[in-house]
């Protein structure tokens, strides 16, 4: 059973860091991706990583890296100088030869 488990998320204030992790289990994945979604927007392409190659969001670049943990099946967003347009839910999705799985989201808010 595949299990896509994100967390890290909270409130912080601008200018401020916060590392979210997304923990995926139960299959071999081909890619991991991180997604956004703020209030009254739709979901966004964040970051992805896929092997040893990564892609990220124009905007983000410089600021968001993602990274990952075979031996922790982990994932990781390390977000610096966060923004308040980086307010959102953050979705992990990972990426099997079977389908994709979204996990629940974590909240990242950012407070001026």
């Known amino acids: 059973q595949v299990r896509v488990v994100e967390s890290g998320g909270g409130l912080v204030q601008v200018g401020g860091s916060l590392r979210l992790s997304c923990a995926a289990s139960g299959s071999i994945f081909n890619s991991v991706g991180w997604y956004r979604q703020a209030p009254e927007k739709q979901r966004e392409f964040v970051a992805r990583?896929?092997?040893?190659?990564?892609n990220y969001k124009d905007s983000v670049k410089g600021r968001f890296t993602i990274s990952r943990d075979n031996a922790k099946n982990t994932v990781y967003l390390q977000i610096n100088s966060l923004k308040p347009e980086d307010t959102a839910i953050y979705y992990c999705?990972?990426?099997?030869?079977?389908?994709?799985?979204w996990g629940q989201g974590t909240q990242v808010t950012v407070s001026s």
């Open positions: 990583i896929s092997g040893g190659s990564t």
């Open positions: 999705v990972a990426v099997t030869s079977s389908g994709v799985y």
